[in-house]
């Protein structure tokens, strides 16, 4: 089992629709999670933190932590064609000991025009 | 504040040779990383320093070397080059503040290939 698993897609939504990406990690002790997007040819961005169960909006982006089932999501509202890149969950797989993060594979997101 | 950055930004090597790439931060954050990126797949980390002068391995550190003589640089170097290093390198750097794992923040990249 890998340590953090992501659907690699590509997630094809029409423009306007909720994309949902999904993310589940294999260590209950992580504590820290993260929503990177990165477009093709670039460097990871950061979209989301979250270290608390529950859902944390910011702007369209929403990330939610379910810590008792190891499963963190983000969903992009009113989705835009800009919003077509790989999204990569990171997770700090060990707990605050871990001094480093580890990612998914990324899901590739493309928003249909 | 110009972030993280790198140089190169794209290198040929030939198989056997050597080379450094090199990653600066004005962040002044203790944390720093290199990860590797094969194409369609997500990131694996090589090295990572606390601190300078305190390195650690990662997930796939074999045919690199790292240094941290200061706060501000880190890089990476490449022995015995093999077009298995074939990769995108990206270099990033975090506060690491005691006990939060904190935002990482990415460097462009350097691509390399290895013929």
Known sequence: QKEVEQNSGPLSVPEGAIASLNCTYSDRVSQSFF???????????LIMSIYSNGDKE????????NKASQYVSLLIRDSQPSDSATYLCAVNIGGTGRRALTFGSGTRLQVQP | NAGVTQ????????IGQSMTLQCTQDMNHNYMYWYRQDPGMGLKLIYYSVGAGITDKGEVPNG???SRSTTEDFPLRLELAAPS???VYFCASSAGRRGIQETQYFGPGTRLLVL
């Open chain 1, 35 to 45: 929503w990177y997007r990165q477009y093709s040819g670039k460097s990871p961005e």
């Open chain 1, 58 to 65: 910011d702007g369209r982006f929403t990330a939610q932590l």
């Open chain 2, 7 to 14: 140089t190169p930004k794209f290198r040929i090597l030939k």
């Open chain 2, 64 to 66: 690199y070397n790292v």
């Open chain 2, 85 to 87: 290093q074939t990769s």
